[in-house]
């Protein structure tokens, strides 16, 4: 079973609608975080939390917002998609940082968005 | 603002030659850098790390270089296989705080 889920996979909806994608993780991770994929733009992080009770904005939140209804989801929500959200959006998770260095992201297998 | 760069969107290479994949950062801050593999309809995984005291790290056929000084990070595989063509994103971060990614390389190892 795949340790971080992301559900949709692939949604279409039209412009003005509110959409929910939903991420759910088992590998005991305390972190979480959002990103968008765009083709020739990479991974840009869109929210991301530390724990339950702890949201942050990543590069490019405006028109999203996130819940972290318990340590194992992370719900993004578009509350009135537009075409230029379309793009494939990834969860991922890490657990803190173990000391010098840093953690490792593990990613979900992403949701396809399109908006018309 | 791309404080990751990597400028060479694809690479093509031959089965059994060595692939070498390039980025470039700017932010003096980063001391932790991450290579992460993407297949189609996937996300991404991690393949290879570096903190910013070595200077070299190799995993298998996986090695990253990466030079301070020039602010560079580089990626080798060798011998490449058919089984690595993917997207590959170089990502950097700086202590405490998040990751960012650079733009992705599609590699193309042909038999």
């Known amino acids: 079973d795949a340790d971080v889920t992301q559900t949709p996979r692939n949604r279409i909806t039209k412009t003005g609608k509110r959409i929910m994608l939903e991420c759910s993780q088992t590998?005991?991770?305390?972190?979480m975080y959002w990103y968008r994929q765009d083709p020739g733009l990479g991974l840009r992080l869109i929210y991301y939390s530390f724990d339950v009770k702890d949201i942050n904005k990543g590069e490019i939140s405006d028109g999203y917002s996130v819940s972290r209804q318990a340590q194992a989801k992370f719900s993004l929500s578009l509350e009135s998609a537009i075409p230029n959200q379309t793009a494939l959006y990834f969860c991922?998770?890490?657990?803190?940082?173990?000391?010098?260095?840093?953690?490792?992201?593990?990613f979900g297998p992403g949701t396809r968005l399109l908006v018309l | 603002d791309q404080q990751v760069k990597q400028n060479s969107p694809s690479l093509s290479v031959q089965e059994g030659r060595i692939s070498i994949l390039n980025c470039d950062y700017t932010?003096?801050?980063?001391?932790?850098f991450l290579w992460y593999k993407k297949y189609p309809a996937e996300g991404p995984t991690f393949l290879i790390s570096?903190?910013?005291?070595?200077d070299k790290n190799e995993d298998g056929r996986f090695t990253v270089f990466l030079n301070k000084s020039a602010k560079h990070l580089s990626l080798h595989i060798v011998p490449s296989q058919p089984g690595d063509s993917a997207v590959y994103f170089c990502a950097a971060k700086p202590s405490g705080s998040r990751l960012t990614f650079g733009e992705g390389t599609q590699l193309t190892v042909n038999p």
């Open positions: 590998k005991g991770h305390d972190r």
């Open positions: 570096i903190s910013s005291i070595k």
């Open positions: 991922a998770t890490s657990d803190k940082s173990p000391g010098l260095g840093g953690e490792t992201q593990y």
């Open positions: 932010n003096s801050m980063f001391d932790y």
